[in-house]
């Protein structure tokens, strides 16, 4: 089974249709209809039992209320790997159906599983929503921040052959991961940039601990007890990176400018915004994404300067939400130019 994340539906191939209700939507599970006749023959018993455990399954991962009780009483990672299991995701690669194409990710865990689901489900959305509706083929987007392509993968398919993605990612394993992605894909329309973006050119101090995202702002107090590590799979590091002043990378390397942008730096989006200025007031860029990390913002850096910085771009239409995340909240910022600046 796969999620139809246009039409908002889990779709699998083995079922007749039938409606469920995922907290308080109802949706519905597509048909695979190739021969009737044979569907028809084959379907038993057990067929029936399993589908109707997948959707079960289904409805309860999603239900808040399950969610919790899952917690309380320690079954969580369980209930995540038969979750995994049920859904298809039995040789650690999951698939998404975003309408005209799929997408397929490699995944570590069963909560690896999830939580990348969950980037075009709940989590992302917003940004995904946005960046699937402009993007078309020939486009260009430039993606600061790429992690493991849950962006740049979609991205790619949606501007097609004559497009082109630019991946900005510094940090080794989710280059690495990026990579794979990609060649899991078949997709050969992406520039990986190995690289940090600032407003300045220097070197930076990759840092992560506990398990939270590397960024080039929390560094550590115990800083000069981290580990520095060529290949940071640990739960806590330090990587040294090249920085570099974004609007002096796109002249330098020839790049188009791009139509949509993301950025997701971890407290760094200032830095990124004011080195990419040039880049992002031309009119041909027309919309920005743009995660705000509060909790990790430098001193003397706000949300609303940040907000204000965009505004002064020629971003006009721009729409602000509130993420919650497992460490603290985020600000999701679309935004968008007036046509009439085109």
């Given at each position: ?24 939507a ?14 028809e ?21 999603y239900n ?11 079954l ?14 039995r ?6 159906n975003?309408?005209?194409f ?30 699937l ?36 990612e ?32 220097k ?35 330090l ?10 990378l796109?002249d ?6 791009p ?7 971890e ?9 990419l ?19 990790f ?21 721009i ?16 935004a ?7």
């Amino acid at each position: 089974m796969e999620f139809n994340y246009v039409s908002g539906v889990f779709v699998s191939r083995r079922l007749p249709s039938l409606p469920i209700c995922l907290g308080t939507a109802a949706v519905f599970v597509e048909p695979y209809w190739g021969n009737i006749m044979e569907v028809e023959e084959r379907t038993s018993w057990l067929t029936v039992a399993l589908a109707r455990t997948e959707r079960v399954l289904r409805e309860f991962s999603y239900n808040p209320v399950i969610r919790g009780m899952s917690r309380g009483l320690h079954l969580s990672n369980t209930l995540l790997r038969c979750y995994q299991w049920l859904t298809g995701g039995r040789h650690n690669i999951l698939r998404v159906n975003l309408g005209s194409f799929d997408v397929l990710f490699h995944v570590h865990s069963a909560l690896d599983y999830r939580m990348t689901e969950q980037y075009f489900v709940t989590y992302e959305r917003d940004f995904a929503d946005a960046l699937l509706c402009s993007l078309a083929e020939g486009d260009v987007f430039l993606d600061v921040g790429s992690n493991r392509g849950q962006f740049t993968v979609p991205a790619a398919k949606a501007v097609g052959g004559r497009g082109l993605v630019i991946a900005v990612e510094p940090e080794l394993s989710a280059c690495e991961q990026l990579e794979a992605n990609l060649r899991l894909n078949g997709i050969s329309n992406v520039r990986i940039l190995r690289i940090a973006l600032g407003d300045e050119c220097k070197e930076g101090r990759l840092s992560w601990e506990d398990d939270s995202c590397p960024s080039l702002v929390h560094v550590s107090a115990q800083d000069q007890e981290i580990q520095l590590i060529a290949s940071p799979n640990a739960s806590s590091g330090l990587q040294l990176v090249s920085v570099e002043v974004g609007d002096q990378l796109m002249d330098r390397e020839r790049l188009p400018i791009p139509k949509a942008v993301k950025i997701d730096v971890e407290g760094y989006e200032f830095n990124v915004i004011r080195g990419l200025s040039r880049t992002l007031r031309n009119a041909s860029c027309r919309l920005l994404c743009c995660e705000i990390h509060p909790t990790f913002l430098p001193g003397g850096t706000t949300s609303g300067l940040i907000i204000e910085e965009v505004k002064s771009l020629g971003f006009t239409d721009i729409v602000l939400r509130d993420r919650p995340g497992w460490m603290c909240t985020q600000i999701h910022m679309v935004a968008r130019k007036d046509h009439a600046q085109a």
